[in-house]
C-alpha cells in the first residue's frame, strides 16, 4: 500500500488561501491518480481534486475557480491550492491514490484540519 502524510492546514481568515501538501511513500509505483478529499463536521467524506499521472485535472465544481492542484511526481507529492477560501471550506482534508483501475490504493493518513473564520 501507499502511505500517505498530509500537512499545511491551519486557522485562515475568509478570503484568504491556503496551500496543502500530500507526500506518498511506499508502493509509489502503483499510484496513476492522486486526489484530495475533504470530511466537514457531520458530513460524509467528499471528493474535491484528482490529477492524473498524465496532468488530467478534476475540480468539483464548489471550488472550481478556488481551488487548483498539481503534483511533482519526482517528489510523490500532490499539492491544494486553496483561494478566496469560504467558511464552508471548512473540513478536514485527506490526500489519497488510484490505481491504473481507478481504485485506491493508499492508506488514509490523519488528514489535515483547514478552519476558515473570521
Do not use: H
Request: glycine fraction near 12%.
Amino acid at each position: 500500500q501507499v502511505q500517505l502524510v498530509e500537512s499545511g492546514g491551519g486557522l485562515v481568515q475568509p478570503g484568504g488561501s491556503l496551500r496543502l501538501s500530500c507526500a506518498a511513500s511506499g508502493s509509489i509505483f502503483s499510484i496513476n491518480a492522486m486526489a484530495w478529499y475533504r470530511q466537514a463536521p457531520g458530513k460524509q467524506r467528499e471528493l474535491v481534486a484528482t490529477i492524473t499521472s498524465g496532468g488530467r485535472i478534476n475540480v468539483v465544481d464548489s471550488v472550481k475557480g478556488r481551488f487548483s492542484i498539481s503534483r511533482d511526481n519526482a517528489k510523490n507529492t500532490v499539492y491544494l491550492q486553496m483561494n478566496s477560501l469560504k467558511p464552508e471550506d471548512t473540513a478536514v482534508y485527506f490526500c489519497n491514490v488510484l490505481d491504473g483501475l481507478g481504485l485506491l490504493v493508499g492508506s488514509w493518513g490523519q488528514g489535515t484540519q483547514v478552519i476558515v473564520s473570521s
